[in-house]
């Protein structure tokens, strides 16, 4: 199986590399990186309503599932048009979005936490779910400041994923000899 997946192992370098350059883009153009993010969530949203108007269609379900495939594909190609249209918005909205995710997130971590003896690592499980409300606060109160943070952060993310990728696809090379 190392011997098969070794032949290949230029795929793996491929997209080290790919990942590489976009972690170092998102670095470098923090804003840009955003707008595209933005971009991109819109165009998803659109094609997700086409898929589920069609899905609403070829299915075989009853009327009123039907007719909620349609509701649903409906709103999101709306939701992904305004997306598109209001790129500042929408990243406003997915940092906000994100802000209350990870403050809920600490709380059911902390809680869980709590709540269960027996579970393993309770200490970590309740910082990391501290840490997760305070990041989440953090971005609630500075949202503009957040999202390029954010940008950054992932670029960071993404060099390191990267270089990992490109490491394993010399040691798949390496492994198939």
């Known amino acids: 199986m190392l011997g098969r ?37 819109g165009v998803q949203l659109i094609f997700s309503g086409v898929f589920r108007l069609g899905a609403a269609f070829a299915m075989d379900e009853g009327a009123g599932t039907r007719v909620l495939y349609v509701l649903l594909g409906i709103l999101s190609v709306i939701i992904g048009l305004w997306a598109i249209r209001h790129v500042l918005l929408t990243l406003l909205a997915l940092v906000v979005f994100l802000g209350i995710y990870w403050v809920v997130s600490g709380v059911i971590d902390i809680f869980t936490a709590l709540s269960h003896r027996g579970i393993h690592d309770r200490g970590w499980t309740a910082a990391l779910g501290l ?46 000899h």
């Open 5 to 41: 997946l070794g032949r290949h192992w230029g795929w793996l370098l491929a997209y080290g590399v790919i990942t590489v350059l976009a972690g170092l883009a998102a670095i470098v153009w923090p804003g840009a990186t955003l707008l595209v993010i933005a971009v991109l969530f």
């Open 131 to 176: 840490l997760s409300i305070l990041a989440g606060l953090i971005v609630l109160a500075v949202p503009g400041l957040s999202l390029f943070s954010l940008a950054v952060i992932l670029g960071v993310w993404l060099v390191i994923f990267g270089v990992s990728e490109i490491t394993l696809a010399f040691r798949v090379r390496r492994g198939a």
